[in-house]
């Protein structure tokens, strides 16, 4: 074959290879899209972004987080089917069921926030759930973008209950039940970054919006350092929950630290991984993204969905602040298990931390603009 010959081979591949990439317009003649399936989810993130998410990194994003993991993890490899499907939406589907598990207290909060979407957008109650979580933790600086396939079918049975473990478990079992649901104990530990803009609304008596570190509104390993300080103090438990902490140094700031949280920051198979987390946001990011596309198709097969990960908004930035001791702790109160070399750190100057409540910085949860409407809703 002469050269010209192989040039017009080539150029007719091009030919091809553009059309097979060629973009679809979508019917709300806003956006394109590589597959028309995925065009209700463009639409379907402006509108979780205006009406629910408020393009901030708040309580509804926190919320639909959390309740990607709890739909998911519904799901047993031992039990099999009829124990609960997975990332189907049956957390939604079979509401009434589900929210009678203990580890569900407070989520019935994060369904009401999206439910009704399902009523305007032609989507499963379980792409529903992870996309949400997906597009959610957009607004909060440093997460990763996370991927999004289409294509769960609705769950057709409950969870069956005690499949969610609960912070007071102890840590081995936590291991057992996570890696009959498919997850190994380090995955765990990258999972749990997602307490880095965490909350308890429910654990601690009389208070909500109770923050797991002291950048709540910042994906960021400040979480994983002060996990692993010592203190000396809890804040009050609600009725039967005094086992889902242990003493914190950051208590009198209004900070809590699960047990189950430190239980894995020191275990054996568990306290290296936790620890190279610290001051390392790329590995952050990276081990996050990749469990959580596990998370993301408990369940399913992932061989029969369709990649729309092009819908996912793109994250707001980390801050790029390197992480430190908050002020009035330091490198004396570490709590170390594994021999590897610990970064070293700078101490916030000043002071006791301040941890704020809003987004935008202010100390009282009262003041938060989102939440003056959720408060409302809630109490009234």
């Known amino acids: ?39 209700v989810f463009f639409s379907l993130a402006d509108e979780l972004q205006s009406s629910v998410f408020k393009n901030i990194c708040f309580e509804e994003a926190h919320h639909a987080l959390r309740l990607s993991f709890q739909d998911a993890i519904g799901f047993s490899l031992q039990d099999g089917p009829t124990s609960g499907g997975g990332a189907d939406g049956s957390i939604i589907i079979f509401e009434n069921t589900e929210l009678k598990d203990p580890a569900n207290s407070g989520i019935d909060v994060a369904i009401n926030d999206i439910a009704f979407l399902l009523q305007n957008f032609d989507v499963t109650a379980g792409d529903l759930i992870q996309f949400a979580a997906a597009v959610g933790i957009t607004n909060c600086p440093g997460y990763p973008r996370l991927e999004f396939f ?7 049975v409950a ?45 601690i008596d009389n208070r909500i919006q109770v923050p797991f570190d002291t950048t709540p509104f910042t ?44 239980a894995v920051s020191i275990h054996p198979q568990t306290a290296c991984a936790w620890q190279s987390f610290v001051n390392n946001q790329e590995l952050m990011q990276s081990e996050f993204a990749a469990v959580m596309a596990k998370v993301a198709v408990v369940g399913q097969d992932k061989s029969s969905m369709i990649d729309c990960s092009e819908a996912v908004p793109m994250p707001v ?13 330091g490198p004396e109160i570490l709590q170390l298990v594994c021999n ?32 003056k409407k959720r408060l409302k809703r809630r109490f009234n």
């Open 1 to 39: 074959m002469g050269f010209k010959g192989l040039l017009n081979i080539l150029a007719i591949a091009g030919v091809i290879s553009a059309a097979n990439y060629k973009r679809v317009a979508c019917p709300d003649g806003v956006h394109t899209a590589t597959n028309d399936a995925c065009c």
């Open 150 to 156: 289409a294509g769960r079918p609705n769950g057709t």
């Open 159 to 203: 969870a069956k209950s005690g499949l969610i473990p609960l912070p007071q478990d102890d840590v081995d079992e936590i291991f057992v039940r996570m890696q009959d649901a498919g997850f190994a104990p380090t995955e765990l530990a990258s999972l749990l970054a997602a307490h880095s803009t965490g909350h308890s609304n429910t654990l």
């Open 219 to 262: 994906f960021d390993s400040q979480f994983y350092l002060e996990v692993l300080l010592k203190g000396n103090e809890t804040l009050p438990p609600s009725s039967g929950e005094a086992g889902a902490q242990v003493p914190n140094a950051l208590a009198a700031q209004g900070e809590m630290r699960l047990q189950s949280d430190f």
């Open 317 to 329: 930035p980390p801050v790029n602040k390197a992480t430190s001791f908050p002020a009035g702790t």
């Open 340 to 371: 590897s070399p610990f970064p070293s750190l700078t101490t916030d100057p000043g002071q006791p931390t301040t941890i704020p409540e809003c987004p935008d910085g202010d100390t009282n949860v009262n003041d938060c603009p989102p939440m």
